[in-house]
């Protein structure tokens, strides 16, 4: 009996510690409005307004009320002001290293890579900044992030609650979030041909729990709205309206596919051309941070590669789960980084610790040590910017 | 055998033994659907026959308006106010000084703002229309409607610019604001028409005056 307490300990101290770094990291200076991304000055408002009278602003009408549901606690709970604001996010943003942490663990059946991405992404300064700021993709992100980690496990253990889970988290990330679906086409898809020779045990669940939760979700999310007198009819034109605004709109992100040296080249130039402002100009060179890219791309590569070799559906679900979001933004005139990071940014860590691991040897290692110190400083060389402020954004506070 | 045929009987009987999960997924959706269909025609209140008043401020427009929630209100504008937000900076500002003269943008703002109306469609007359279209082209987040009008944002409800031409008849249980200005600008038989042969359940006549 005596050893429960300890050996519940010894299994969770990691994750704990991890989930107690990562939350103080980002609660320093949470408070401060130094600088801040646009979305802060209306991110509070919008979820006492949607929460207490279903109105949908004052940010853009095309985003997703479900976020403005899950911050409004957190603004009783912590005050109407910054921190009750951004305290969801400090908190949603430290949780999902901790989810990092178990997905690189399980992916790679080692405790060391786990604890690598884990770190990571605890330490990482973009990950830092976005859990200072109200914007709702943090949470988005945690809940992608968690649909991944219960798929893993369902298709290690074959549980249902598993299953149950994954849907559950995946429906929450697309009622915040509608980009996320492209990461349900990924995760359904992966799990369908899994499970292709038992479809007949499984199917009806698929169905039950991928085709009919995530609309509930999102329906749920919109009840204020509705509770205002809309009627379902109204709540479908809505959704056609915002899917016709998006369609309708100029495809930046294909015009830079078709050039590939200037796609991966010029990924966060097209933040760095951001808007005039003090938060625009801050978030641009944040989001033009070159540990985040030089760091992902042979991460990334790598797991395409090994994946693809390896015939994995795992590793085939992570790499492609993290990285659909990032299609909808190809498609669409946004902020490109800004989002898409924070979908893919775990994906990265995840597997920058999986290629850690791959290296043996105390030579190598710190051959690539060096490797990614000059691709930092070089980075701003070779894309003409200029040299990132990232710690000095990370120590400054606010977002 | 005793052990595991107990087990089996102690199972869900029938082809949904095993499918608890799924069937608790499908009653949590029926629910959700029930309730979300529900919600919204439980809030919706709109008199029972057609009435009109006359009113001279915002407030007595909410005052009058208490028993009606949730309708769509058709404005008739000669100004289109394509920034939705207007509505509601111009109430507040009326809010901050009672003394200010009370626009159409006062009235729809307050409408919006007390939750009487959450939706607006526009009529801008055929003069201003070609500036309606001007506005509208460029504008992030525009969509422009089969019917030719122009559908814009406003805290999430639809703004629908409507012009005359387009559309002629009100075929729902709208509200109509219409003020002095405006009936003056409009063409008098259209505007009666508009008024008297739709299925509007509230006309108001705004005979305040009139911010420009």
């Keep these: 009996m005596t050893t429960r307490p300890k050996s519940w300990l010894n299994a969770w101290w990691i994750p704990l510690a991890l989930f107690g770094t990562s939350f103080l990291l980002r609660l320093f200076r949470v408070e401060s409005s130094r600088q801040w991304i646009e979305d802060t000055v209306f991110g509070g408002p919008a979820a006492n307004l949607y929460s207490l009278h279903g109105f ?21 709970l912590f005050g109407n002001d910054l921190i009750g604001w951004r305290m969801a996010n400090v908190l949603f943003g430290a949780l999902t290293v901790v989810v990092v942490y178990f997905i690189a663990r399980r992916l790679f059946r080692n405790y060391w890579v786990g604890l690598a991405a884990g770190l990571l992404m605890a330490l990482e300064p973009f990950s830092i900044l976005m859990s200072r700021s109200t914007d709702e993709d943090v949470i988005a992100a945690f809940f992608a992030a968690l649909a991944i980690l219960c798929a893993l496990r369902f298709l290690d253990k074959e549980l249902e609650s598993d299953l149950a889970l ?7 990330a697309v009622a915040i979030r509608y980009y996320m679906a492209l990461e349900w086409f990924v995760v359904v898809g992966v799990l369908v041909w899994n499970r292709r020779r038992e479809l007949r045990v499984w199917g009806i669940r698929f169905v039950a729990y991928f085709v009919l939760l995530p609309p509930a979700a999102t329906l749920l999310a919109n009840l204020p709205w509705l509770a205002r007198g809309h009627s379902l009819g109204e709540w479908v034109q809505l959704q056609a309206d915002l899917l016709r605004t998006f369609s309708s709109a100029e495809h930046p992100g294909l015009r ?7 796609w991966i080249l010029g990924f966060p130039h097209k933040t760095i051309v951001a808007p005039a402002g003090k938060g625009s100009a801050a978030m641009s060179v944040t989001m033009s941070n070159p540990v985040v890219w030089w ?16 015939r994995d559906a795992r590793r085939a679900l992570v790499a492609g789960g993290f990285f659909a979001p990032l299609v909808f933004f190809l498609l669409v005139p946004r902020d490109v980084m800004l989002y898409s990071a924070l979908s893919i940014l775990p994906l990265g860590m995840v597997f920058v610790a999986g290629l850690l691991s791959l290296l043996r040897g105390r030579r190598r290692t710190v051959a690539l040590a060096v490797l990614l110190v000059c691709c930092v400083y070089l980075y701003p060389v070779v894309s003409f910017l200029k040299v990132p402020l990232w710690p000095y954004l990370w120590l400054a506070g606010g977002s | 055998m005793g052990t595991e045929g107990l087990a089996e009987e102690t199972r869900p009987a029938g082809i949904l033994r095993g499918y608890t999960g799924a069937l608790t ?26 009435k009109t008043v006359t009113v001279t401020t915002a407030y ?3 005052a009058v308006l208490k028993d009606v929630h949730g309708a769509t209100l058709v404005l008739l504008d000669s100004e289109p106010r394509i920034a939705g937000t207007e509505y509601f900076s111009e109430y507040l500002r009326h809010e901050q000084d009672p003394d200010l003269p009370v626009s159409s943008d ?5 409408l919006l703002m007390s ?10 007359p055929k003069s201003a229309w070609g500036d309606v279209v001007k506005l509208a082209k460029g504008r992030v987040g525009s969509v422009t409607t089969a019917s030719g009008g122009y559908r814009f944002r406003l805290f999430g409800e639809a703004v629908d610019l409507v012009p005359p031409t387009v559309r002629s008849g009100v075929d729902g249980p709208y509200v109509i604001v219409v003020n002095k200005r405006l009936a003056a600008q409009y063409d008098r038989d259209w505007l009666t028409d508009i008024t008297e042969s739709s299925d509007a359940r509230l006309v108001v006549w705004l005979s305040g005056e009139v911010a420009q």
Excluded: E
């Design chain 1, 166 to 172: 994954t849907a559950i988290a995946l429906s929450a």
């Design chain 2, 60 to 62: 007595d427009t909410a």
């Design chain 1, 56 to 76: 949908i602003g004052p940010g853009p009408w095309t985003s997703q009320p479900g976020g403005s549901l899950l911050r409004y606690p957190f603004g009783l």
């Design chain 2, 106 to 110: 006062t009235v729809v703002g307050g």
């Design chain 2, 115 to 124: 939750d009487r109306a959450r939706r607006v469609v526009m009529y801008p």
């Design chain 1, 295 to 310: 760091l992902m791309t042979p991460g990334a590569l790598v797991s395409a590669w090994s994946a693809v070799r390896s």
């Design chain 1, 256 to 262: 830079d596919l078709q050039r590939p040296m200037r």
């Design chain 2, 25 to 50: 997924v499908v009653v949590v959706f029926a629910v959700v659907v029930i309730v979300a269909v529900a919600v919204g025609a439980l809030n919706r209140r709109l008199p029972a026959t057609r």
